[in-house]
């Protein structure tokens, strides 16, 4: 190659930068001369074959060749508002950009308070799906066979067997078919009814139920202090337990839990509706029928069960007075009960 030659190769590219339509263009020249593969790194290459008298002129072409290259290319891509403008690809000066942090939501917050609650006392936490078949969702519970909750009035059924689980209760027989006793799980979930939503209903709200099963004997006060303790946990130090006599088809004795108001510490205000008491949970001694459709059997183990609203608790510790309130996902709602 000439020196001649090398000059009118400059002009040519040149040429074809000022050729050269919009971005994308311009970059297919840059590589045609600039790229790894291209022109001008191939002959910067072949400089060793250049007789040695004739090689400083060379290399001081090149290096012009490239700087006017460089700088035409440069200015045409700034022109164009391509990527390649000059500057560094970010200005390091700027101030940074402020993302804004989330909040989590009380129905979340509840379900990991209550979590670590009872991973004091040796629960660990089931899960299992929100599609349940008829058997985990009824059948093994006990529920007779024309029981109202099994109406389609009531379940969300997606086929005669299929359906949106009412209840987080199809997790302990889960559990139980998977696992011999002792077991000792909370079942937090999503639970689906056929409701209308208002301030104090939601079509779609969470549950957490509690299953502990042993050989040795489970009283009704094992599952009263235990209770006792979650209240006293999550809602306060002076927190009072009491059972109503209840009916659950899954348990016997069935109780109802309420604990003493918080608000008022049991003297009756507006929270309590001047009862002294919060109507919190259901619950009651595994009915043997139960152990008997999971395998278990009823002469040799027993034990309790428990289950409560999510959204019921967070309401009543947060003082929520509208149940839609947990879903609407306003950050200054969140805010403000975090
Ligand atoms: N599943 C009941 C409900 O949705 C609550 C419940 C009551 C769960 C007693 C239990 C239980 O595990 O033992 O109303």
């Not at 949106?164 to 979930?189: D, F, H, K, Y």
């Not at 049991?266 to 999971?294: H, L, N, T, Y």
Request: glycine residues 8%; hydrophobic residues 40%.
């Amino acid at each position: 190659m000439t020196l001649q030659e090398l000059e009118s190769q400059q002009a040519q590219s040149l040429q074809e930068v000022a050729a050269a339509n919009g971005a994308a263009e311009l970059e297919q020249v840059r590589i045609k001369y600039l790229g790894r593969n291209g022109l001008l790194p191939a002959i910067v290459k072949q400089m060793k074959d250049v007789p040695k008298e004739d090689r400083p002129a060379f290399g001081k072409q090149t290096q012009a060749w490239r700087a006017a290259l460089e700088q035409a290319l440069a200015e045409k891509f700034a022109a164009a508002g391509g990527a390649q403008a000059q500057g560094p690809a970010f200005d390091c000066s700027l101030p940074g950009r402020w993302t804004r942090r989330g909040v989590q939501s009380p129905i979340s917050r509840v379900i990991e308070e209550t979590a670590a609650i009872f991973a004091r006392l040796g629960f660990s936490v089931a899960d299992g799906p929100d599609l349940e078949t008829r058997f985990n969702n009824f059948t093994a519970l006990n529920t007779p066979k024309h029981h109202p909750s099994m109406d389609a009035s009531d379940t969300l059924w997606l086929n005669d067997d299929l359906l949106l689980r009412t209840q987080t209760s199809p997790v302990q027989i889960r559990t139980m078919l998977a696992n011999q006793p002792p077991v000792r799980v909370i079942c937090p979930g999503r639970t689906y009814r056929r409701d209308t939503t208002d301030a104090t209903h939601s079509a779609n709200f969470h549950q957490i139920e509690g299953l502990y099963v042993d050989t040795k004997p489970v009283s009704l006060a094992d599952l009263k202090s235990t209770l006792a303790y979650f209240a006293r946990q999550m809602m306060g130090s002076n927190i009072g337990v009491r059972f109503r006599p209840h009916f659950f088809p899954f348990t016997e004795p069935s109780v109802e839990v309420d604990f003493t108001c918080h608000v008022c510490g049991g003297k009756g205000c507006r929270v309590c509706k001047q009862s002294g008491w919060i109507e919190i949970a259901g619950a009651g001694m595994v009915d043997p029928r139960v152990f008997g459709f999971v395998g278990y059997d009823p002469a040799k183990v027993n034990g309790f069960a428990f289950g409560f609203g999510v959204e019921r608790i967070a309401m009543i510790k947060y003082g929520i007075p509208d149940i839609r309130w947990l879903y609407e996902n306003d950050v200054r709602f969140l805010e403000q009960v975090k």
